[in-house]
């Protein structure tokens, strides 16, 4: 983050949480390329815009190095479907979130403890901004299954999920089922499924 405030402001926050170790911050790609060192760091948290490249290049290059860095973005821009163009093999890995629609602490947190426990955090608010494109395969499902599916972009656990809608966890697993079913997402070692659906959610969806 190349902000000084904003950056001191992060510094914060991510020092205020016990569970976490802030391992070191920069301004530039140059800089970052420098510190951060394969087996450093598990959870890298980058700006889209930095002035001497992008978020996105810096994290492809820290994850080629570490495969097991798992990268946050922040991005000024609501541009989430920034997501769609990473590379097959590392894109389950990453989360992003909006500046702009993320605007208190806990939910930065939560992203990076989802991250560090291996699973992915697409932006909450922006999610519920979209809808399906007619025609798409997103927009055949019901609409029980698209709030699912939201959850699950989200970062959501199907526990949490079950949490959030009040119903049981296994209709929740019988509903994530349906969804990779409908989506034509199998539950390959190679590709995780829930990584699959999320960006599938991204590329059939739009502004409501």
């Not at 539950?187 to 659906?197: I, L, Q, T």
Request: with cysteine.
């Amino acid at each position: 983050e190349d902000h000084t405030l904003f950056r001191s402001m992060l510094e914060k926050i991510l020092g205020d949480d016990d569970a976490l170790d802030l391992t070191c911050s920069t301004a530039t790609v140059t800089e970052a390329r420098a510190r951060i060192t394969p087996g450093s760091t598990d959870v890298v948290l980058l700006d889209v815009d930095l002035p001497d490249g992008n978020g996105i290049g810096l994290g492809v290059v820290l994850c080629r190095a570490d495969p097991n860095i798992k990268v946050v973005l922040l991005s000024a821009q609501d541009a989430m479907d920034l997501m769609l163009d990473l590379p097959r093999d590392i894109a389950g890995g990453w989360s992003y979130l909006s500046k702009t629609s993320t605007n208190d602490s806990a939910a930065l947190l939560r992203a990076i403890h989802i991250a560090a426990a291996g699973g992915s955090t697409l932006d909450p608010a922006l999610l519920n901004r979209m809808k399906p494109r007619a025609g798409s395969r997103v927009a055949q499902l019901t609409d029980r299954q698209y709030g699912v599916l939201r959850l699950l972009a989200a970062g959501y656990s199907n526990g949490g999920i079950a949490h959030e809608l009040g119903i049981a966890e296994k209709s929740v697993q019988n509903h994530v089922n349906a969804i990779y079913s409908t989506l034509g997402i199998d539950a390959s070692p190679e590709r995780n499924p829930r990584v699959s659906a999320a960006l599938r959610l991204i590329e059939e969806t739009g502004p409501a």
